[in-house]
């Protein structure tokens, strides 16, 4: 079975702070996302990458950015978190050509 | 992508066959219908997915109607662990966004 791997189910960080959201998946797949999801308003696309080094935004990237230097991984970055980051981030894999994504378990992000 | 439209919440018995239906009626002739759900805390889970023909798989099973502007996702005996928001999802091949919906609240009762 895909597995995919985030780093942390819980965390916890201050205003202003940076943070690093890591994701790690072990069926080789090319492609790789970041999602939020919040009450309310479902789950949105904030970067997805397609191959190693490549990235594009999605729908909401504002205050965000990422990172794929091994296929495996895909790293999200706060560089400034703020309250309004507060929020369940989730990771998903597929391979190419195929639009079925394997998600991780989530990190629930708070910022104080 | 098609737009999908899906009742906000379910009860069902446990033990008995969980009937979740979706319409995509503006859905093209390209798009697949995809099903995931999620368990409450954890990340969406993939079920099915079907152009036309009605399929199974060891999870549930997928009936499309023949002009494909609805489906219906089939748990033939829920479980208790079966409580989850399922979602609906009509999507074209190629690119990369997967839309998520509201879904449907499903509470399978014991």
């Known amino acids: 079975d895909v597995k995919v791997t985030q780093s942390s189910r819980y965390l916890v960080k201050r205003t202003g702070e940076k943070v690093f959201l890591e994701c790690v998946q072990d069926?080789?797949?090319?492609?790789m996302f970041w999602y939020r999801q919040d009450p309310g308003l479902g789950l949105r696309l904030i970067y997805f990458s397609y191959d190693v080094k490549m990235k594009e935004k999605g729908d909401i990237p504002e205050g965000y950015s990422v990172s794929r230097e091994k296929k495996e991984r895909f790293s999200l970055i706060l560089e400034s978190a703020s309250t309004n980051q507060t929020s369940m981030y989730l990771c998903?894999?597929?391979?190419?050509?195929?639009?079925?994504?394997?998600f991780g378990s989530g990190t629930q992000l708070s910022v104080l | 992508d098609a737009k999908t439209t899906q009742p906000t919440s379910m009860d069902c018995a446990e033990g008995r066959a969980a009937n979740l239906p979706c319409n995509h009626s503006?859905?093209?002739?390209?798009?697949?219908v995809y099903w995931y759900r999620q368990i409450h805390s954890q990340g969406p889970q993939y079920i099915i997915h079907?152009?036309?023909n009605n399929e199974t798989n060891e999870m549930a099973s997928l009936i499309i109607t023949e002009d494909r502007k609805s489906s219906t996702l089939i748990l033939p005996h829920a479980t208790l662990r079966d409580t989850a928001v399922y979602y609906c999802?009509?999507?074209?091949?190629?690119?990369?966004?997967?839309?998520f919906g509201a879904g449907t609240r499903l509470f399978v009762k014991a």
């Open positions: 079907g152009l036309k």
């Open positions: 999802i009509a999507r074209n091949t190629g690119g990369f966004k997967t839309i």
């Open positions: 503006t859905i093209s002739g390209n798009e697949y």
């Open positions: 998903a894999s597929s391979p190419s050509g195929n639009e079925k994504l394997f």
């Open positions: 069926m080789d797949h090319e492609n």
